[in-house]
Structure formats: structure tokens, C-alpha cells
């Protein structure tokens, strides 16, 4: 929940927001080398961050090691990407992003620990990192206190916006509302079966799902469960399904629970093609575990699968590929990640400064029209106006995009009549 | 709340949550015997027993692999020599690690816990930089995925019976082999009274270090057979570890009969609550029931009558 330190929302005045938007006019017509006179560091730099006449430091900070490096793999080789890729352009205002890179270990006061240090010590001018919701409520006084700069990529829980986090994933009801009100629509879906691991994403995540199925479409939830993380047996709750013969199952579980929870799902004879499932934890990241042949048929709500058809996205698979190797797989959270370091440039150069508040200020209204996603703009809570897709998963493990809104979705951490 | 099904309905549903008791009840054997082995023999509180299991899970999926390239016509089999494979890439490991760490540290028993939880740490890094650090998917011949039907809306899962048909052979052997063979009397012998054997001529290290073999090689059985129902990532091993203790010691560490005990009262409660409540309550009440069994049973379900 906010507490008070937290501000819901704030505004740029329109004054800042036009000197941003000439200085990124201007800017893009002049020689990257011409940039450190333009912009002096002294001026752009007035808070003693790591930033030089050349070079700017920033930080990673995720898990390679522990139970979370499965998943933040991913996250630190596409931020990586994209810091090669911009400093092949040109930098940030002219300067080289060099990076530093701490591991949090899986352990949330470490996160806490490391984000001191690349504060304190190394002055980074941002930080991308985090995975999990733990991680980023234990840094988040650190950001806060230190003033500090988070581009936080996963899709998440909601209910929290600050000054100093830039959400690049989905907040819950990005994620939840447009494919519950799809597969009503496309599957006459009347009837639906809550499932999660037991922590706080999963419950918020189905609070939102149960109160939209019930009192906005009208439809009924036949049962609600959760399991502790790491259960490895889901014999039982697949025989109450089978008896509750719901509609719809809707899945959040993470982590190795999700690999033995389809796999005995599979086995139990149920088929993803007959009995429609739909989750919002699954990407394609988590079907190199689970197995393709073990979901096929699945849908998952998200808003980005590997598998898009566009311009931007078939330049951004084949650099992944190319720099991490043709067998990488490319999930949701790992394209977030990867708008991280460009946001956060983008931003920088309307503000033509690299000092947190400039940034944290200009940051509402930042476009980003190279997304692999394709077009994501900043709202003035901090989190991405984007898109929701539903896939259906295959047996080589991607996705066939199925549906996606017409509209970017507007993100909303504090949603009313869900809580 | 079973107002709304019938008859035929309820009775398929209590035979399959049966069935799948059934199958959590060979899980958690297939589990813990490895280590109630370990632990009976020896005392060794082996902390790395999950890790094992992962080893015999990689191992499954390096055969897989291997199979599918080399030799595709045995794919249908391949599970057969993966959980050998399995089996001797565990228990070699074991002998090693029995040789190279544990004899040294006999006569300190809380220390061997702290070394067996370094070697899980170290094996668990070890798998993350050989195999990556994202899971990998263990494809099954395409026989053994699916459910046969047996009556009705009656379904039981083909690898749930596979489960249940190894871990009884598995037992079994164990059974025979500490019951009927030479190495089980003289096993026994050292359970009873460790220097007295030795005065017999027992070589008790030797006994020790096949018996840690052995302990490691089933629990990569359990974890080749464990890549049907679960993941295979450098972490996985810690998600069994908590049940397998939990098992060896209420059923009482030194007896074969109480760890079956054990796992059949733990799975049994635990799959009949699961489906009356939700999953994480169905845990917690699983747990206290356990703890208050252990509070008036200190020693575990079953003991031997053992002279200190």
C-alpha cells in the first residue's frame, strides 16, 4: 500500500515539459561529439552524479545467482542489449553508458544493500533492476532516501507509485481486464477457476480478476486457491476442477510449482485445447521449463510475445539472439527490461539534464516509438500506456498472438471499485 | 457443497483423489528412502539429498538428448536407461563425496550438516553453470504422458502408475537387499551397535560408504523419475528437501517400515485435506498435525529397540 512518502501523481509544469521537447528537437540534429559542449556536465550535472564529459555510469542490479536467476536472466542480458545498442548511437547526450552490475542473490536485503552502494558509492545516474515484488518494496526506500532511479521491469502487483520508479511492465489491471473481457467474449466464457502460488502478486492479481468477473461482466467464480511456492503436487485441486467443470482455469503460479502444475495437467488428461485455460505467469521463458508440448493450446495474457509481427520486434529478436545466442528465448519481462535504459535516455535528453528530479519530472509523456511491444508512452503515474495481447501457446513453445486491444491500455496502480 | 453432482459424479472423483493420495504416497517413499538409508546407517543428516535428486533429473535430460540424436529408434525406452544412468552418476558421486568429506567428520555429527549443506550449495551452482540458469524441459516418450480410462469419468495418469510401480520395486529391492543380503546384516549390525561390529570384523567404513552410495544413487532414481511431475532447474532440490525430512524423521529415522508409515499418513492427510480446503491450508494443518504427533512421539512413528 502508498504510504505517505509515496506520491500518487505529479506533474511536470508545461514549462519543463516544452524546454524537454525543444531540447530533444534540437539535440537530434547535431553530431554526437557536439553534445559535451552543448551540454556542459557541470550543467547537466549538478547533483554530483557518476557523470563525466564522456562517460555516465549506471547500475543493474538483479539476481544471477539463487532461486530468482531463472527468471532475472533474462532482464539483465536484454538491458545489456539495449546499453550496447545506444552507445553504438551515440550515447546519452553524448556520453558512453558504462555499467555496473551488482547481484542481489535471490535475498531481498541484499537488494536493499547493493542499491545503497550503487547510490552511494558509485553515484549511478539510474539503476534497472528488480524482479520480484519483494525485491522492489526493499529497495524503495533506498531509491527514496538516496534519490535514487529505478526502471523496474516486471509486470507486477500494482498499488504503488513513486517519484523514483519508472514501471516498464504491466501493473495488474494492464494485464488482467482486457483478457477477462476477451475470453467472455470469445469463448462465452461463464464460469471461471482462480488459481496462484500464495504471495502477495497472485492474490492482488485474482482480487482484481474475482471483483471484475463478478461485478462487471456479471459471471461467476466457482472457486479461489493458492498454494504455497514451491508445491509440487496438484493432483488434488485438478480433481476438484474436474468436478467444478469450470469455464475457464486461470492460472498464477510461479516458479518450479508451474512446471509440475501443467505437467500433472497433462497428465490428468486434460486437454488445453478442450478445457480453456488462461494465465498471466507464463512466458515463454517459463515454457523452456514447463515444456511445449505440456501448455500447447494455453492462452496467456501479456504485452509482448516473442512471436509479434513488426518491424521493431524482428530487429530486437535478432540482436537478442545474436549477441546471447540463437537458443535464447525472449518472454515478456525481458522486453520491459529492455525499454528500461532507452526510457530512461530518452528522458534524459528531454530534460537535458541527467539530475534524478529532471528526470522523475520530464519522465510523463516520454515516447518510445522503437518498442519491440511498438509504441509505449509514460503516463504521469510512471508506469507504460501499452497494449494487452492474449496468445495461445504452441508446441515449440512461442506464441500465436490472438488478440490485442485497439487502444493502449492507461496503467492503473490504484484501481477504484477493486480493492 | 456436493449438492450439485451426482452420484456417479462423487464416485469417480473419491476413486481418482484416491488414486492420487496413491501417488503422493510413492512420491514422498521414492523421496525419503534415500535418505532414511543415509540417515538410519549412518546418521548423516545429508543436507545435499535434493541436489542428488537434480543430478539424476540432469542426467535424464542429458539421456533424452542423447537418445533423440543418436539413437532415436530407443526413444520410447530411453526413460529405462536414463534412471540407470541416473542411478550410477548419483551413487558415484556419492562414494566420492562419502571418501573425499564424510568419513572425516563421523564423530561430528552437526558438522556433517553444515558440510552435506555447503556441498548443496556448491552442486546447486555447479548445475547453473553447466545446464544455465533457467529450467529445462524433460520431454517424456509420448506413452507415458495422458491418462487411461478405466471406468466412467474414471481417469488414472500413466506416469502416476509408473511412479507407483518403481517405488515399489525400488522398495522392494532395499527391502531384500537390507533384510537378505550380507551387506544388509552387516548394515544392521553396525545400526545396533557401531564399535561391537567393528570388534566382529565388519569393515563398518566400508559398509558406510556403499551405504551413502547407494542412499545417493536412489534419490537420483527419485529425482529421474520426479522429471514427470516437476522441474528440473539448479534449484529444484530444495523443493522436495522439506517434505523428505519431513517424512524420515516422523516416521523415526532408523526404520524402513516407519518412513513408509510416515509418507502414507503425511500423503494421505495431506491430498484428503487438499481437497476439502485450499492448498496452503491443507500445508499448514498437515504441518501442526505433524508437529503435535512429534511432540508426543519424539523418536518418530516407528523405533528400533536399539541398546545405547
Not at chain 2, 16 to 30: C, E, N, P, R, T
Not at chain 2, 83 to 106: D, K, N, P, Q
Request: proline share 3%.
Amino acid at each position: 500500500m502508498s504510504s505517505g512518502i509515496i506520491s500518487k501523481s505529479f506533474t511536470p509544469s508545461r514549462r519543463e515539459l516544452l524546454l524537454g521537447a525543444a531540447a530533444l528537437s534540437s539535440s537530434a540534429l547535431i553530431a554526437p561529439s557536439a553534445w559535451a559542449q552543448q551540454f556542459p556536465t557541470a550543467k547537466v550535472n549538478t547533483t554530483g552524479l557518476a557523470v563525466t564529459d564522456t562517460e555516465v555510469t549506471v547500475g543493474i542490479l538483479h539476481s544471477v545467482t539463487g532461486t530468482m536467476a531463472i527468471s532475472e536472466t533474462g532482464s539483465v542480458q536484454a538491458e545489456k542489449l539495449a546499453i550496447e545498442q545506444i552507445n553504438a548511437a551515440g550515447g546519452v547526450l553524448g556520453r558512453k553508458i558504462i555499467f555496473i552490475q551488482e547481484d542481489g542473490g535471490s535475498d531481498w536485503p541484499t537488494f536493499a544493500e547493493k542499491a545503497k552502494k550503487l547510490l552511494v558509492n558509485d553515484k549511478v545516474a539510474s539503476v534497472m533492476g528488480c524482479w520480484t515484488s519483494a525485491s522492489r518494496k526493499a529497495v524503495l526506500p533506498v531509491f527514496e532516501q538516496y534519490n535514487g532511479m529505478l526502471y523496474y521491469p516486471t509486470f507486477y502487483e500494482g498499488l504503488e507509485a513513486s517519484k523514483n520508479v519508472i514501471y516498464t511492465g504491466q501493473e495488474a489491471t494492464q494485464q488482467i481486464i482486457a483478457g477477462l473481457g476477451w475470453v467472455q467474449k470469445e469463448k462465452g466464457a461463464k464460469t471461471f477457476y482462480l488459481l496462484g502460488s500464495d504471495y502477495i502478486w497472485p492474490r492482488t492479481s485474482n482480487k482484481i480478476a474475482r471483483k471484475h468477473i463478478e461485478n462487471f461482466l456479471k459471471l461467476k467464480v466457482l472457486g479461489e486457491e493458492y498454494f504455497p511456492l514451491g508445491h509440487t503436487q496438484f493432483n488434488s485441486v485438478i480433481n476438484k476442477m474436474k468436478l467444478a467443470k469450470p469455464d475457464v482455469i486461470y492460472a498464477i503460479i510461479v516458479g518450479g510449482s508451474n512446471v509440475a502444475f501443467y505437467k500433472q495437467l497433462k497428465a490428468a488428461g486434460v486437454d488445453l485445447n478442450k478445457q480453456t485455460l488462461m494465465t498471466i505467469s507464463v512466458t515463454e521463458d517459463e515454457i523452456d521449463g514447463i515444456g511445449g508440448e505440456n501448455i500447447v493450446g494455453g492462452y496467456a495474457c501479456m504485452k509482448y510475445f516473442q512471436s509479434l509481427d513488426n518491424p521493431n520486434n524482428k530487429g530486437f529478436v535478432s540482436a537478442f539472439k545474436k549477441m546471447w545466442g540463437d537458443k535464447t528465448v525472449i518472454g515478456d519481462v525481458t522486453q520491459a527490461a529492455y525499454l528500461g535504459p532507452w526510457l530512461w535516455k530518452l528522458t534524459v535528453e528531454k530534460a537535458g539534464s541527467f539530475d534524478i528530479d529532471k528526470v522523475a519530472a520530464a519522465s510523463p509523456g516520454v515516447e518510445f516509438k522503437g518498442a519491440p511491444e511498438g509504441y509505449v508512452r509514460v503516463h504521469e503515474n510512471h508506469h507504460l500506456w501499452s497494449k494487452t495481447r492474449v496468445g495461445r501457446a504452441r508446441k515449440d513453445g512461442q506464441y500465436d498472438l490472438v488478440y490485442e486491444t485497439a487502444e493502449l491500455m492507461e496503467p492503473d496502480p490504484y484501481p477504484k471499485g477493486y480493492q | 457443497m456436493f449438492g450439485d453432482y451426482s452420484v456417479g459424479d462423487l464416485m469417480s472423483i473419491m476413486v481418482m483423489q484416491g488414486f492420487a493420495g496413491l501417488i503422493l504416497f510413492s512420491v514422498f517413499v521414492l523421496m525419503a528412502l534415500g535418505l532414511a538409508i543415509i540417515f538410519g546407517q549412518m546418521g548423516v543428516i545429508n543436507m545435499a539429498h535434493g541436489e542428488f535428486m537434480i543430478l539424476g533429473a540432469y542426467m535424464t535430460f542429458l539421456t533424452s538428448h542423447l537418445c533423440e540424436t543418436y539413437a532415436p529408434g530407443l526413444y520410447g525406452g530411453y526413460f529405462f536407461m536414463a534412471m540407470i544412468v541416473a542411478f550410477i552418476a548419483s551413487g558415484t558421486l556419492g562414494l566420492l563425496v562419502e571418501w573425499t568429506l564424510i568419513r572425516h567428520l563421523y564423530s561430528r555429527p552437526l558438522d556433517t550438516l553444515l558440510a552435506t549443506w555447503g556441498l548443496s550449495l556448491i552442486m546447486q551452482q555447479a548445475f547453473r553453470s553447466t545446464f544455465g540458469a533457467r529450467e529445462v524441459g524433460v520431454e517424456l516418450p509420448p506413452w507415458m504422458m495422458g491418462s487411461l480410462p478405466v471406468a466412467g469419468s474414471i481417469e488414472v495418469q500413466i506416469n502416476g502408475l509408473f511412479v507407483m510401480g518403481l517405488t515399489i520395486l525400488i522398495t522392494a529391492i532395499v527391502a531384500l537387499l537390507l533384510y537378505r543380503s550380507r551387506w544388509g546384516l552387516q548394515v544392521r549390525a553396525v545400526v545396533s551397535n557401531r564399535t561391537m561390529s567393528g570388534a566382529a570384523g565388519i569393515d563398518t567404513r566400508r559398509v558406510d560408504r556403499l551405504t551413502f552410495g547407494l542412499g545417493c544413487g536412489i534419490a537420483g532414481i527419485a529425482g529421474s523419475a520426479f522429471t514427470m511431475i516437476g522441474s528440473t532447474g539448479p534449484t529444484a532440490g530444495q523443493l522436495y528437501i522439506v517434505d523428505t525430512f519431513l517424512v524420515v524423521v516422523f516416521g523415526g529415522a532408523q526404520s524402513l517400515l516407519g518412513t513408509i508409515a510416515s509418507a502414507l499418513t503425511i500423503s494421505q492427510s495431506q491430498s484428503t485435506l487438499e481437497f476439502f480446503l485450499t492448498g496452503s491450508m491443507a500445508k499448514v494443518l498437515t504441518l501442526l498435525m505433524v508437529i503435535g504427533l512429534l511432540m508426543l512421539r519424539p523418536q518418530g512413528l516407528f523405533v528400533l529397540k536399539v541398546r545405547r
